[in-house]
């Protein structure tokens, strides 16, 4: 790779979109730690309390079709800016909350908002040109690490003020992020962008229909999406029960092996995922991404000790860390301007995976055995493997 693609400035505008999709998820971060608790002092039992986080993610999959078609009709800046003030009044919602319904609604609703992530991947591929949008992609998979790290330590600090405080730090900064995002983000569909820099309404003409093998290529890419999804959450879901299992550690070892690999799935996407997509391409990349996640979850399943939880781990991350964004971008380059509407079903499918994984991951470890859900996971990620579109 020559120092020059190495060195590529990123697309002008981007730096807005990151710093959005950024700012918007610490202040997601910030309440996902705290809100069990939350809600079991509003009389909420375990049971009810996953059916409250599961809310979000349902949510998201009802609603992140419905955005990216949105944002392919009117364009992305006014979904972004309606998303992020959906996402302060979910926040506030929550923080005022006086029992466990009201609790539900303002979950649906910032579930709802934060559906808008297809948006942002959208008006980051309208802005790269198509080699390089692997890498902004990843720079997008960055700043999510970002919020789940920084977001998180925030929020500890703001529930020293009391148990409904983080929810309303995290209304004002998504309205804040409204405000500044109204006066500097970009709009980025090339058809709404020309409109807007017309000094009079010119009229266009219907993207074409996508032919139906570029149809059928998306439909398995998104597949691919829900399994990998799947798996990675059914192993986030049941890790801590995991680390007790095998290793017995304790709740603050393993906040923090999932603090780091947060911020090592942030050095993946935000430094490798470029070089290596731009190297060997984006098939080269899926696949093997889905070989170390094969490989990652097969060493959980059988044990291993320590060495192999390590290596299984760091096998994890980084596949996990070039498979998403490389996803998103086969998606973009097969969907064309209608990019926010598929990449709004792939979004769709990853929020229904985080439902059934965690789900699946958790009666098999407890029916079953410790390695199953690694075992099923680790199939299924083979499955995957045969789907991926040359």
């Not at 890419?221 to 799947?230: P, Y």
């Amino acid at each position: 790779m020559s120092e020059r693609t190495a060195r590529a400035p990123l697309p002008p505008g981007f730096s807005v979109i990151w710093t959005t999709v950024a700012i918007d998820l610490v202040g997601f971060g910030i309440v996902l730690p705290i809100l069990p608790l939350y809600a079991e002092d509003l009389g909420a039992r375990a049971t009810m309390v996953g059916l409250l986080v599961a809310s979000f993610s349902l949510a998201q999959m009802v609603c992140a079709p419905l955005l990216g078609r949105l944002s392919d009709r009117i364009g992305r800046k006014p979904v972004l800016i309606i998303s992020l003030l959906g996402t302060a009044v979910g926040s506030l919602v929550t923080g005022l909350a006086g029992s466990v319904a009201v609790l539900f609604v303002g979950r649906i609703i910032d579930g709802a908002s934060g559906a808008s992530v297809s948006v942002a991947q959208a008006a980051a591929t309208d802005l790269a040109e198509p080699r390089d949008r692997p890498r902004v992609l990843g720079l997008l998979g960055a700043a999510f690490g970002i919020g789940f790290v920084v977001g998180p330590m925030i929020g500890a600090l703001a529930s020293l003020g009391g148990a409904h405080v983080p929810f309303f730090v995290a209304a004002a900064i998504a309205l804040i992020n409204a405000a500044v995002a109204v006066k500097r983000l970009p709009e980025t569909h090339p058809a709404h962008a020309a409109r807007d820099a017309a000094p009079e309404p010119t009229p266009t003409e219907a993207s074409p229909a996508l032919p139906t093998s570029m149809r059928q290529a998306i439909v398995r890419v998104i597949v691919v999406s829900f399994v990998g999804v799947a798996a990675f959450s059914g192993f986030e879901a049941t890790f801590a029960l995991l680390g007790q299992d095998r290793f017995g550690l304790e709740s603050a070892s393993i906040g923090l092996v999932f603090a780091g690999i947060g911020v090592a799935l942030a050095i993946v996407q935000g430094a490798l995922v470029g070089p290596v997509s731009q190297r060997l391409g984006e098939t080269a990349v899926l696949r093997g991404a889905l070989v170390l996640n094969v490989v990652g979850l097969g060493l959980l399943a059988v044990g291993g000790g320590w060495l192999g939880l390590v290596a299984a781990l760091g096998l994890l991350v980084v596949g996990q860390g070039l498979l998403t964004p490389n996803l998103s971008t086969a998606v973009a380059d097969r969907a064309g301007d209608a990019r926010g509407s598929w990449l709004g079903w792939q979004q769709s499918a990853g929020a229904g995976a985080r439902v059934v994984g965690p789900l699946m991951a958790g009666a098999l470890f407890e029916h079953v055995g410790v390695g199953a859900p690694y075992a099923l996971a680790a199939g299924l990620t083979v499955v995957a493997l045969a789907l991926v579109p040359a």
